[in-house]
């Protein structure tokens, strides 16, 4: 054992036996560390004090160090991001450089050349690194000198697109503008962006913690470069402006693939694009992330574990479902276990799993797919969402004859669900049969622990929004504040709120006797359901989320 994996021995980050095994596997040389870190055996700042230890280098904590945004700007954000710097301060002719690497000689040698300073580097972890590029690196400046470039093209000259994006100029002000777009986006953590054509501009928002933020206004006259830019990207047909059209992108950012999913919508200003930000590396997920309380968690876990029976999970767009339903999978899945799931589209790829993806223009429906896997020796079926009479019949019948069925349904909450089915088509006595569980869900954004701030003691207030102030004897109940970590909202992440319905025999036998959704509600709640409020309100006095979410994501 020598190099990195003896320093981390010595400096008791990790075990003799854990660096020997992973050395064994990817060797001692640059991918030893990412290595130990994605398995867990070594922390951030475990690393970050080994390089230290094991190139002589000082060790700063980036929390709260104070960045001068004018020594920042000494160095390009694209240098800084190619080698994984950052320039903390500058005295007399020294430039003190924070870095993972403090041993890249040719960074060194650039950032020296660049500034004419002399590079004095420290080491850092690289999430602080990460939380620094997301303060003070931003490409908003940048994108909108690209629009202003793109803007006075398109009106001097006329711009040719083609359908092969190896023709397209890697520097060319419309390429750079949609890559760097995508890229702030992903570093920004986006679900979701947002390319709005208006009468005079052209707007982005990104999707952050399931609230839209403005990020860049544009002259309209970038509008046709950009969307045709990316319509080319995502094999959509640059011609068609008149119907909605569909398409996916996929594309490396840091090492990691990214999977977006596109949508296109005519609208009186022209075609505005969507883009569901679908991160392959972010889905793996145990059950225990999906922070389910202990009732919720064992009856889901039982639901899920029954060799046949449909388990539904409801919800509107963007809550999380699909994200629950895979992690259900994984944890079902094994090699002796056929999992095949029909989906539309297929978000997240999955190893060891068949994912159908749906194409209604080839006649493969929900329906049509679902007959043919029937007859392919399933065990689970994970069906992408039930819309119609045909897929929820073949899905209960599927539920019926010893298959586990995994599906989603656009509901409001958990016994609505069984009225719905009802309502598209579906006998009551086969619903009341085949249903396991229902859990309706959403999702409400995490507060950040590093700037959150306990709230003085106010009863009335607690008690006027209904929130129970007995729940936890000697809770904390915290507001968001904002700091540089979370962008100054005061939130990081989210956190999802469940409500779990067990098909009880009582259920069924009221939902055969065409018992309303209301009624069954009732039922639900006596036999020990818990609201997706009070869920919420349990989530606020545990301090992983604020009074305002849960009000705003629930009633």
């Given at each position: 054992?020598?190099?990195?994996?003896?320093?981390?021995?010595?400096?008791?980050?990790?075990?003799?036996?854990?660096?020997t095994?992973?050395?064994?596997?990817?060797?001692?040389?640059?991918?030893?560390?990412p290595?130990?870190?994605?398995?867990g055996?070594i922390?951030?700042?475990?690393?970050?004090e080994?390089?230290?230890?094991n190139?002589?280098?000082?060790?700063?904590?980036?929390?709260?160090?104070?960045?001068?945004?004018?020594?920042i700007a000494?160095?390009?954000g694209?240098?800084?991001?190619r080698?994984?710097?950052l320039?903390?301060?500058?005295?007399?002719d020294?430039?003190?450089v924070?870095m993972?690497?403090?041993?890249?000689?040719i960074?060194l040698?650039?950032?020296a050349?660049?500034?004419?300073?002399?590079?004095?580097?420290v080491?850092?972890?690289?999430?602080?690194?990460?939380?620094a590029f997301?303060?003070?690196?931003?490409?908003?400046?940048?994108?909108?000198?690209l629009?202003?470039?793109?803007g006075?093209?398109?009106?001097s000259?006329?711009?040719?697109?083609?359908?092969?994006?190896?023709?397209?100029?890697?520097?060319?002000p419309?390429?750079?503008?949609?890559?760097l777009?995508?890229?702030q986006?992903?570093?920004?953590?986006?679900?979701?962006?947002?390319?709005?054509?208006?009468?005079?501009r052209?707007?982005?928002?990104?999707?952050?913690?399931?609230v839209?933020?403005?990020m860049?206004?544009?002259?309209?006259?970038?509008?046709?470069?950009?969307?045709?830019?990316?319509?080319i990207?995502?094999s959509?047909?640059?011609?068609e402006?008149?119907?909605p059209?569909?398409g996916?992108?996929s594309?490396?950012h840091?090492?990691?693939?990214?999977?977006?999913?596109?949508?296109?919508?005519?609208?009186?200003?022209?075609?505005?694009i969507?883009?569901?930000?679908?991160?392959?590396?972010?889905q793996?997920?145990?059950?225990?992330?999906?922070?389910f309380?202990?009732?919720?968690?064992?009856r889901?876990?039982?639901a899920?574990?029954r060799?046949?029976?449909?388990?539904?999970v409801?919800?509107?767009?963007?809550?999380g479902?699909?994200?629950?339903?895979?992690t259900?999978?994984?944890?079902?899945a094994?090699?002796?276990?056929?999992?095949i799931?029909?989906e539309?589209?297929?978000?997240?790829?999955?190893?060891?799993?068949?994912?159908?993806?749906?194409?209604?223009r080839?006649g493969?429906?929900?329906?049509?797919?679902?007959?043919?896997?029937l007859?392919?020796d399933?065990?689970v079926?994970?069906?992408g969402?039930?819309?119609?009479?045909e897929?929820?019949?073949?899905?209960?019948?599927?539920?019926?004859t010893?298959?586990?069925?995994?599906?989603?349904?656009?509901?409001?909450?958990a016994?609505?669900?069984?009225?719905r089915?009802?309502?598209i088509?579906?006998?009551?006595?086969?619903?009341?049969?085949?249903?396991?569980?229902?859990?309706?869900?959403?999702?409400a954004?995490?507060?950040?622990?590093?700037?959150?701030q306990?709230?003085?003691?106010?009863?009335?207030?607690?008690?006027?929004?209904?929130?129970p102030?007995?729940?936890i004897?000697g809770?904390?109940?915290y507001?968001?504040?904002?700091?540089?970590?979370?962008?100054?909202?005061?939130?990081r992440?989210?956190v999802g709120?469940?409500?779990?319905?067990?098909?009880?025999d009582?259920?069924?036998?009221?939902l055969?006797g065409?018992?309303?959704?209301?009624?069954?509600?009732?039922?639900?709640?006596e036999?020990?359901?818990?609201?997706?409020?009070?869920?919420?309100?349990?989530?606020?006095?545990?301090?992983?989320?604020t009074?305002e979410?849960v009000?705003?994501?629930s009633?």
């Open positions: 054992m020598r190099g990195m994996g003896q320093m981390l021995v010595l400096s008791g980050a990790a075990r003799a036996e854990d660096v095994a992973a050395i064994g596997v990817v060797g001692d040389g640059d991918a030893l560390s290595y130990l870190l994605r398995k055996v922390s951030e700042a475990q690393l970050a080994a390089v230290s230890m190139t002589g280098t000082p060790f700063v904590d980036l929390s709260g160090y104070p960045l001068d945004p004018e020594v000494l160095v390009p694209a240098l800084c991001r080698y994984r710097l320039p903390l301060r500058r005295h007399r020294q430039l003190t924070a993972l690497d403090p041993t890249d000689i960074a040698d650039d950032i050349s660049l500034t004419d300073l002399r590079v004095s580097p080491v850092v972890t690289g999430e602080a690194l990460d939380q997301e303060r003070f690196l931003r490409s908003d400046e940048e994108l909108t000198d629009s202003e470039q793109i006075e093209s398109s009106s000259s006329t711009v040719v697109f083609t359908e092969q994006l190896d023709d397209q100029d890697a520097d060319a419309v390429v750079r503008f949609v890559n777009l995508i890229t986006a992903i570093n920004d953590r986006a679900s979701d962006i947002h390319i709005e054509p208006g009468e005079h052209l707007t982005v928002r990104f999707r952050i913690d399931g839209l933020h403005e860049q206004r544009a002259d309209r006259s970038i509008q046709d470069g950009v969307i045709s830019r990316l319509k990207m995502s959509i047909d640059i011609a402006k008149r119907v059209q569909d996916r992108i594309v490396l840091e090492g990691r693939g990214v999977d977006l999913r596109v949508a296109t919508l005519p609208t009186v200003w022209g075609e505005k969507v883009m569901r930000i679908l991160d392959n590396s972010g793996i997920m145990a059950m225990s992330d999906l922070k309380s202990e009732t919720n968690a064992e889901f876990t039982q899920i574990s060799p046949h029976g449909m388990v539904l409801t919800g509107p767009t963007g809550s479902k699909s994200t629950t339903l895979y259900a999978l994984r944890a079902v094994n090699p002796r276990v056929n999992v799931t029909v539309d589209p297929v978000e997240y790829r999955m190893t060891d799993i068949n994912q159908i993806q749906v194409n209604p080839a493969l429906t929900f329906a049509t797919a679902l007959r043919s896997i007859r392919a399933p065990d079926v994970l069906v969402e039930i819309r119609d009479r897929t929820a019949l073949i899905s209960i019948e599927a539920a019926l010893g298959h586990l069925v995994l599906s989603t349904l656009h509901t409001n909450n016994p609505s669900a069984l009225t089915l009802v309502e088509g579906t006998e009551p006595f086969l619903v009341a049969t085949a249903l396991t569980a229902v859990v309706a869900q959403r999702l954004r995490r507060l950040c622990t590093k700037c959150r306990p709230i003085d003691d106010d009863s009335a207030m607690l008690e006027a929004v209904g929130m102030v007995d729940l004897p809770a904390t109940v507001r968001a504040v904002g700091c540089s970590a979370c962008s100054n909202t005061g939130y992440g989210r709120l469940h409500e779990a319905m067990e098909a009880t009582r259920i069924e036998q009221s055969v065409r018992a309303t959704g209301g009624e069954l509600r009732e039922i639900a709640l036999q020990g359901m818990i609201p997706l409020r009070d869920d919420g309100w349990a989530k606020v006095a545990q301090g992983i989320t009074i979410e009000l705003r994501v009633v």
